[in-house]
């Protein structure tokens, strides 16, 4: 019964990042979406390696060919200058699931810092995979700094008010999660 539960989990929050990435406000190079805020609440919610395991599947789903990133799906998509962020998603489920794991209670305070671990993950990622795409595989000269404006700065800011959003969803549910017997 715990299996089916957990394989439901996994591919509802693998769902929910596919969704998020089509809640997207168009900027130039990598546009806002709520993928991350779903890639974060699997984290917390599924854990390390359920969480982890979702962006996984939602990954995989894309690559298959399946039209659930921002710009379609297909293989052809590891080439695309903003695919390193979508690594970092699931390093992100990973860091943020197990950061969770470890602390007994969760503050506000202790919930942004473990979401914003996760997030430097994706920005890691997604930052230097966006300047090697550019450099090296499209042939285009971009310096770093602009890489790091368009890949960070630009898009840093949504993504902390969804770290904030997220922080106090992750508050508020946890100990009902954990009252129910579903999280320890």
Do not use: W
């Not at 359920?50 to 990954?59: D, H, K, N, P």
């Not at 489920?93 to 007994?104: H, L, M, S």
């Not at 430097?120 to 090697?132: A, D, K, Q």
């Amino acid at each position: 019964m715990r299996n089916t539960r957990n394989l439901i989990l996994v591919a509802m929050f693998a769902a929910l990042t596919a969704i998020g990435a089509f809640i997207k406000i168009p900027v130039p190079y990598v546009p806002f979406t709520l993928q991350y805020l779903f890639c974060a609440l699997a984290g917390v919610i599924l854990g390390s390696r359920l969480g982890a395991l979702s962006q996984i599947v939602y990954v995989s789903i894309g690559l298959l060919g399946v039209p659930v990133f921002t710009e379609g799906g297909g293989f052809n998509y590891v080439f695309k200058p903003t695919f390193g962020y979508l690594i970092g998603f699931i390093i992100a489920a990973y860091v943020i699931g197990k950061i969770r794991e470890n602390v007994k209670e969760l503050t506000f305070t202790k919930a942004i810092f473990m979401l914003l671990s996760g997030l430097f993950f994706i920005y890691l990622l997604g930052v230097i995979y966006l300047y090697i795409s550019y450099n090296l595989y499209l042939g285009q000269s971009i310096s770093f700094y602009f890489v790091f404006f368009y890949g960070f700065v630009v898009c840093i800011g949504g993504d902390l008010v969804l770290t904030v959003f997220a922080a106090y969803i992750s508050v508020k549910i946890l100990p009902i999660l954990r009252k129910s017997g579903h999280i320890v």
